[in-house]
């Protein structure tokens, strides 16, 4: 309703829109549009409109095409799916018991149904429909979600083809010909006359596949992946596989020809994440260690209560290996899950009460080592944590025992402690780790980099402060801060080197730290010393005429850098709304964009609001 009060032409349904079809009538130069509606639309616990199961509007609606003005309607049962074809409306919906799906028609003239409805084909109870189309010569289809088949019918209802190899794609491989929860349906006819169907899928990659009317698949689309904000991830040791988390819980590998500039769907895995008591596998990170690859989810605390692990077995199934597990957000616990029985899902026995750090559960800022290791900064304290495997069982699953203080962060102690010199703490805005906007990276040999928001929020995109750290391994086998930087735009159009909102961030990768600004999808690049190279990407408060072709959607949550050590190359995986992939030029294993100084000023003159 507020859509409808803030722009024209805003037809606000009455129940919640099953199916879409569309008209153009050539004797009177009109279009029209009928909408089938089914639940009457509610809100939910959240706010959020739902549809009833308990009220229903149950009717169609006719539209005037250019305008949206409502010019009929006619009363159906649970209608599903519209398709129109030689001046008919066909339907598909239930009958008036509920029990019993049935394809009928009804008469158009001038756009507008008159007369009453005819039931073509009544469906078996097996039959779980949810999409209709008709092609020019009357045939007719009905996506079947049970079965994975679209089921194709003649002008007098008998089964005459079904589309669809198998009832199921197998785990691990990847079939063309096969469905994964097909729905909608639409018939188009070609250049040469010749009937062509088009199913859309509900489940893992969302593919549109297109088939000849006797069967054939001819081509196949790949729609947005719209999962890509939770992150995906490419394999370091097979850059040609990325993995992404697809719809209804499959999980999809997609193979990339960097040559061809192509993307192919190459695997799929079902039921992953999907366990209820801990669900998810966002901001995934493949990890090879101990034997065997992982994959473990480094994002999800707002949505998902875990972070999750996935195991790859030797027959090349994901299973569900180990997690972090919180329960009850308003009385949280939490606990250690570790799949001692091998059959990747979560029995209770199987589960160890921890009592993590405060502020480790957080919605931002965890990550995982390549030794699996988990590490996070308390928020609302001062401290960097790391949660390492105490061993691995028979499977090869990582069982986790107890949390490790890696360091604190001197500059926060300084300032609490009132100790604070302008070396050391006293332009700060903070005294402690004060937002999720925050990530380690690193390792024990190497030292750890921490990216953290600190002092006042403008929002939830724009902070006060932003500070990269470095802490280098001493002697003593603790950690000591090297250096410390960062700079905000303090909610103006940034500057070069200024950070809007600065979420991830990734160790060296021949010599360049990279560090993920999630407001304007920008990625800003500092040598292993802590001095600002360059940002990659156009700001994205900037016009289209200022921000030329590379500029991205904010408010983005993943985001990497990669080397593909097949061509030595150095690739950004991005992409708010499906994966991006772009190759850097003059950042290689081999090139680095830092140039030496050789001949140095005697004196520099720094002003003070290029001090960070």
Known sequence: SRIATARNQVYVPDGWVTALAALHEKSDKMSYVYVAQRGKLVKDKTDFLAESESEFVDKITVHQGLGGKILDETKLSKPCGLAVRDNKLYALHTDDDGKVFTVSYINLSHGLPTGRWQRLISLPNTVAPEGLTVDSQQRIYVSDSRSNKVLQFDRKGRLIHSFGRLSRQIPGSFD??????????????????????????????????????????????????????????????????????????????????????????????????????????????????NGHTYLAGAGGARQNNAFNIYRLDKSGQWKFSAA?????????????????????????????????????????????????????????????????????????????????????????????????????????????????????????????????????????????????????????????????????????????????????????????????????????????????????????????????????????FAGKCFLNKTDGKIYLAMGKDTPLLFEARGWSSKENPVRTILNIQKTVVIKASEIA
């Not at 006819?189 to 509900?202: A, F, I, P, W």
């Not at 593919?207 to 370091?236: C, H, M, S, Y």
């Not at 993920?516 to 001095?531: C, E, M």
């Open 176 to 289: 063309p010909q096969s469905f994964i929860h097909p729905t909608k349906l639409a018939a188009w006819k070609d250049k040469q006359g010749k009937d062509r169907l088009l199913v859309l899928e509900n489940g893992g990659p969302n593919r549109i596949t297109e088939w000849t009317a006797d069967g054939k698949l001819i081509r196949e689309f790949l729609t947005l992946q719209t999962r890509a904000n939770t992150g995906w991830v490419v394999d370091p040791d097979h850059p040609e596989h990325a993995y992404i988390l697809g719809q209804e819980g499959w999980l999809t590998r997609f193979n990339i020809d960097y040559k061809k500039k192509q993307w192919s769907i190459d695997a799929v895995w079902p039921e992953i994440g999907t366990d209820p008591k801990a669900a998810g596998l966002e901001k995934p990170i493949v990890i090879r260690t």
């Open 324 to 556: 972090f597990i919180r329960v009850n957000p308003q009385n949280p616990k939490y606990y250690f899950f570790h799949d001692s029985n091998g059959n990747g899902s979560i029995q209770s026995d199987e589960l160890t009460r921890t009592n993590p750090p405060a502020g480790i559960f957080a919605y931002h800022n965890q990550n995982w080592d390549q030794n699996l290791s988990f590490l996070a900064v308390n928020i609302y304290g001062r401290d960097v944590w790391k949660l390492s495997p105490g061993g691995f069982d028979s499977y090869g699953n990582p069982i986790f025992k107890s949390w490790q203080k890696l360091f604190s962060a001197p500059i926060f102690e300084n300032k609490a402690s009132g100790k604070a010199d302008a070396i050391c703490g006293s332009n700060e805005l903070d005294d402690k780790f004060s937002s999720d906007w925050a990530q380690v990276d690193g390792s024990a040999d190497t030292g750890f980099y921490v990216q953290a928001r600190g002092g006042k929020n403008f929002n939830a995109n724009l902070g006060a402060q932003y500070k990269i750290s470095f802490y280098a391994p001493d002697k003593s086998g603790g950690y000591k801060l090297k250096w410390r930087t960062g700079r905000s735009a303090l909610n103006r159009v940034a500057e070069q080197g200024q950070i809007y909102g600065a979420m991830r961030i990734q160790e060296p990768i021949n010599g360049l730290i990279s560090v993920i600004d999630q407001t304007r999808a920008g990625v800003l690049l500092y040598t292993s010393d802590g001095l600002y190279v360059d940002t990659l990407f156009a700001d994205e408060r900037l016009s289209p005429e200022k921000a030329g072709l590379y500029k991205l959607q904010g408010e983005f």
